[in-house]
């Protein structure tokens, strides 16, 4: 079929290699892709990464494509649930080579290989602007299971997954390995009160978390989990603020029950690390307890410096 | 919350007009919306419109949103499916102003309202290229109801919605009304064996139909249905070559057996445009009968100029 337009051909290497799930019932080749469940709900999330924004003209494709779909993977571990099908939206520069638009792919597919995700379908086009990818990630979870964003309770425990900052300038962003299986870990050994992934960074994320549960919290300065990413020859208060500030953690916020956390520290569930950072309060508002006082923590996290910011 | 960064404000005003369904559980405000449905099968599709692909620098930025949810909501249509929820991906050139993003958002929220799609969640970013618009749309169909590209049979007759060509030219892709109702009332009155939406062409989409189905077919010129947009000054070569390859026509393609083909044909849903335009072949390719000469069709369809495809 020679006269078949490039990018059909490109959509056919595409389709060949996107796996298959008994959920996606129909994927890659028709208008639509058809999905279905066994009483779980689907859980959706869509993230859209930019050239200049989330990545620059040095980053390799195939990591462009592995952040694009990751980040989406982390939306997913921020509910508990467990990625099933991804649908992938493609503007490619039109000077960008069918190899080069493969490597991306490649990237995104290998990921999407490790966490057992079927490409379901999307979009490709080519145009005189930069490289955009789109990708719109769904996920299963047992009815009802969901954990959302709104559920902390005042004296709740507030717990991070891992330790911050440093991310964007370690290249640790195109990396990272989404915390689905921290999350089901803990989703299994207590109950989750809330909870979110770091993306814009702890000291904005988390007012997220508070705003939407109608709380507020109290954080102790020295138990924030500082990455070694951030050098260890800045001033104390630097540091802090990169593990607040720097953005794009992809670790997981969360808080439960004073008697859960209690036991999450007794017997650490296995492959999760668990730092305390502080708990919720009934009163609204931030603070961050430094070398003993308390100081308010403002609305302030990591910008992208490109007004980068996200629906979800 | 003065400082608050802008792009939450933006979000906030979108999530407040989103709407409510009780498919979808939790929707804006999250990492991710959540969707269920009573033994339903959910249908995902996406597409991506671009600056200078999709649309021009003249297009009224509320006619930008329309058609990003307006082709999502077709290619649901090709599936026989009810739209339900939208998940909207913008990346804003940093020259655009407040209200002109919310202008975009509001033609397309206008269209989502006109079809009780409720917004789910999405992704909002800024940078320096040029605009570009992602929309993820999922909707619900009666399990295993969905109709697919590759059920047409040999001897099946060939029926289009609408009359074809001159979309582009004369605006009326930026316009047009989804066949949401159209596939409802055909699925309820025939067996839909196959069925797509033209986006790039009568001449190209035919054969996503054929290769999905394995067969071929034959199509009558003299029925093929040219738009009142196709200036009737052209010889009528070349008005058939608008019909055949102008796309973006967005009227559904599909095919039933003969006995429901007559069916259509004596007994006219009511609201449904309908043109008998050919018949299926058990031998594959395509071939034109224009003046009682039976020509080959060549696969070739319109193209945007731009490189632009669809994988769906």
Known sequence: MSDERPEFAFINWIARQSGSRTEVQLGIGDDAAVLSSGGKDWVVTKDVITAGVHFDAKTPLALVGRKALAVNISDLAAMAAQP????IGIVLPKSMTRS????LYRGLQQLASEWDICIGGGDTNSWDGPLVVSVTLLGLVESGQAVRRDGAQPDDWI???GPLGGSLESGRHLTFTPR?????????AVTLHAMLDLSDGLGSDLFHLLDRSGVGAILNADSIP??????KTLPSAAR???ALS??????????????DGQRLIERPPPGVELFRIGEITAAPGASLVVDGEEQTLPRSGWSHGFGQ???D
Chains 1, 2 share one sequence.
Do not use: M, N
């Open 84 to 87: 099933c099908a991804a649908f």
């Open 100 to 103: 080069a638009a493969e490597e």
């Open 226 to 231: 500082i990455h070694p990413d951030v050098s």
């Open 159 to 161: 717990f991070v997954t």
């Open 240 to 242: 802090l603020q990169h």
């Open 246 to 259: 720097d953005g794009e953690d992809f670790e997981l916020l969360f808080t439960v029950s004073a008697a």
């Open 180 to 188: 689905i299986r921290e999350a089901e870990t803990l989703k299994q």
């Open 309 to 311: 910011t996200a629906i």
